[in-house]
């Protein structure tokens, strides 16, 4: 009874000294709450369209037929794609699309017309930009598909026009119907996946690098982490006092952003409530026992700080949003499973947009687990191994004491 009386009001003091940072240092609120609210903010505002749509591109008309026409009217026609503007040579396409004013150039033939109904097979040229991935398959996707269309009239209307009923002639042009579902995201909206995953990636930098700042400035010197270690009545009971006030609020923070996405950008959760709710608390302490590790090993603060930033500023690139981790190299993939958040956005978008079962989502939850109880025993070992060797300072000093007098 005696210890736990004495480990509840040992915790609750370093609580409130750690809350009452928050007023002591203004920067810590507008770090832990302002900031990351912000950037969340003007994200939302970049992705508030939810869809990219009417992406423009040139055009370079060499035919001048009535086909050529109904070509480029189709393509803007498509939600994918506008036609822009109108371009009389390549080079003037290609400087146009090095600049970023269009995403792509369609290149339609001399003599197209004349060539399709001779029974000849003319190429349109479409030149798009590789690099910007996802406007460029956009665009593409935009022509071929305006293109198919076209195609399938042609070819509709020269079966009719040699006496073929209409019927007839539609269904021999797709003898074999192909049924598309598409699952989970259909209307490719991008405030559903890419807004969703751009907010744990940002808040993971900030939890590591708050935590490693916040017990970094404890753990600086034997002196401050003997006060700290006093205040606590041991250094687990002061850690854990120390580190729950950001857990509160990190908490807090994402819930307003998971709020606002619920709410205002219609994010589904057809998933489990209880297995959202858990991945984020997960997520959340695996980053700041992170961030308390780093700060534990590595000294300076300035130092844990630095390298927690650099671990955690790229870790977007490797959660497999962008581009699939099943498609990267072996550093990036088995680099992407030590980072928390993409795991957690694993269970994020199992809950959110696929609406996966719970036996599915169990192996992000075990892992974001595995990876809270790794991290906290290192923690403790780290802890337990400056505990020690301030044991032997004491030791030594009082023994050098003793010899001097």
């Given at each position: 009874m005696s210890a736990t009386a004495h480990f509840k009001p040992s915790l609750l003091l370093v609580f409130v000294r750690e809350a009452a940072q928050f007023k002591k240092q203004p920067f810590l609120p507008f770090l832990t709450i302002l900031l990351p609210l912000i950037l969340m903010g003007v994200l939302a505002l970049v992705f508030s369209q939810g869809l990219a749509t009417r992406l423009p591109v040139a055009v370079l008309n060499l035919d001048g037929s009535d086909l050529s026409r109904t070509i480029v009217r189709t393509v803007d026609a498509t939600p994918d794609t506008a036609t822009a503007i109108n371009v009389s040579n390549l080079a003037e396409g290609r400087r146009l699309i090095l600049s970023g004013s269009v995403h792509g150039l369609l290149m339609i033939p001399q003599n197209l017309e004349r060539d399709v109904l001779a029974g000849r097979r003319p190429e349109v040229v479409f030149f798009y930009n590789t690099q910007t991935m996802t406007t460029g398959n956009l665009t593409l996707r935009g022509v071929n598909a305006a293109?198919?269309?076209?195609?399938?009239?042609?070819?509709?209307?020269?079966?009719?026009?040699?006496?073929?009923?209409?019927?007839?002639?539609?269904a021999s042009l797709s003898p074999i119907p192909v049924q598309v579902n598409p699952l989970f995201n259909p209307t490719l909206n991008y405030s559903h996946f890419l807004l969703a995953a751009l907010l744990p990636a940002v808040l993971q930098i900030v939890i590591v690098t708050t935590t490693a700042y916040s017990v970094g400035h404890d753990a600086e010197t034997l002196h401050r982490l003997r006060v700290l270690r006093r205040l606590g009545g041991g250094l687990w009971s002061a850690m854990l006092g120390k580190l729950l006030p950001y857990t509160l609020v990190f908490l807090f923070v994402l819930g307003v952003?998971?709020?606002?996405?619920?709410?205002?950008?219609?994010?589904?959760l057809r998933g489990d409530?209880?297995?959202?709710l858990c991945a984020g608390v997960l997520f959340i302490l695996a980053n700041q026992l992170f961030g308390a590790l780093l700060?534990?090993?590595?000294?300076?603060m300035p130092m844990a700080i630095s390298i927690g930033t650099l671990i955690t500023a790229p870790a977007f690139g490797f959660m497999g949003v962008g581009f699939p981790r099943i498609g990267m190299n072996s550093f990036a993939y088995h680099?992407?499973?030590?980072?928390?958040?993409?795991?957690?956005?694993?269970?994020r978008v199992d809950q959110t947009l696929r609406g996966a079962p719970l036996d599915l989502s169990l192996r992000p939850l075990a892992i974001l687990l595995f990876m809270v109880v790794s991290l906290a025993s290192l923690t403790a070992l780290r802890l337990e191994a400056i505990r020690r060797r301030r044991e032997r300072s004491s030791m030594a000093a009082s023994a050098e004491a003793k010899v001097s007098s």
């Open positions: 293109l198919a269309s076209v195609e399938g009239s042609i070819r509709l209307s020269l079966r009719t026009s040699n006496g073929q009923p209409a019927d007839i002639a539609q952003a998971d709020a606002f996405m619920f709410m205002v950008y219609h994010l589904p409530r209880t297995v959202f700060a534990l090993v590595l000294r300076p680099w992407s499973e030590i980072l928390p958040g993409t795991w957690y956005l694993m269970a």
